[in-house]
């Protein structure tokens, strides 16, 4: 019995419930196994310190009792919300993003083709006076203003062009 | 249910915080209480669910070095290795001592392993009593009690090892 290694008995249970002739298994293996006698000796300390931290105890500080009760309210008052405000907590961000999207939206469909019509008219004016389109775009430029070369050559440029 | 909270932490404000998180929880669930087992047993297992889940969520699980050990818990170890008995200490401040190293000790383990270590050796709690407390199987109480007390006295082992014991 001397010659069997202890740790089993060590950990099979607490250290209380050990019975007389396990204690003296114990005792009289430890001496001869230098192993099992450290892994006795760090389960006799740390049982030891079990106890102990066991033993210590706490009280609970004078207004822990106040803390709990208002805790206690503030989270009834939560629960007591009407049922609108409680789903605007719990959704409020997504109603609130999803607004914020539609607006973006909104404001890219009714603003950006009043972009784009400007864009075409810079296109127009940035023209050659004589050209074709220019001559058609522009109302304000009479037949009678134009010289014959001038209209020849705003004819023979739309050709080459072509 | 500050006693229950105790047993998880040592630290003054996470056992309050958990202690308020219990009574809170017990209050908006007394509509499930149907009065089968005691008003206490029923407070300690929500008890123990919570601070279980508290420590489970903070995953934290430093091993035991001879580096992190304050002078005094290197001197309470020196004591408690050259003396024989086993018995507690009286005075205040190596209580003090004893009870910060074992944390420390207890931090190595999962909240389980802890769990069921604290109430069994450091308690003298039956498995049948640890068992009702956290809704556990008694043979899953025994399987936690066993693996902690391996893991507590291997750590403390190597711990003991580097310190030249």
Known sequence: MKDKHIIDILEKGPWASLTESEVRTITAHTEICAACRSAFEAARVSTLLVKERAAETMEPSPFFQTRVLAALRERQAKNNLPVFARLWKSAGMLVSSMALTTAALAAFTFLAPAAGTGTSQNTVTDLSPYSAEAVVFNQDQSDEQLTDDQVLTAIYADNEVK | ?165
Request: aromatic share 6%.
């Open chain 2, 1 to 165: 249910m500050f006693h229950v909270a105790h047993r998880f932490f040592r630290q003054r404000s996470l056992v309050e915080d958990a202690a308020q998180e219990v009574f809170l929880k017990a209050f908006t669930q007394l509509g499930s209480y149907e009065g089968r087992g005691s008003m206490e047993g029923w407070l300690t297992r929500i008890a123990t669910n919570i601070c279980l889940n508290i420590l489970r969520a903070s995953k934290r699980r430093p091993e035991l070095t001879t580096a992190d050990l304050t002078e005094d818990q290197d001197r309470w170890l020196d004591e408690k290795l050259s003396s024989a008995a086993g018995e507690l200490h009286h005075s205040a401040e190596n209580k003090m001592v004893a009870a910060d190293l074992a944390d420390r000790l207890l931090e190595t383990l999962s909240p389980e392993d802890r769990l069921a270590l604290t109430l069994i050796d450091g308690e003298d709690a039956s498995v049948s009593e640890v068992a009702e407390m956290t809704g556990w199987s008694e043979s899953k109480v025994k399987v936690r009690a066993f693996r902690a007390r391996k893991k507590a006295r291997e750590a403390m082992e190597k711990l003991l090892g580097r310190m030249g014991h």
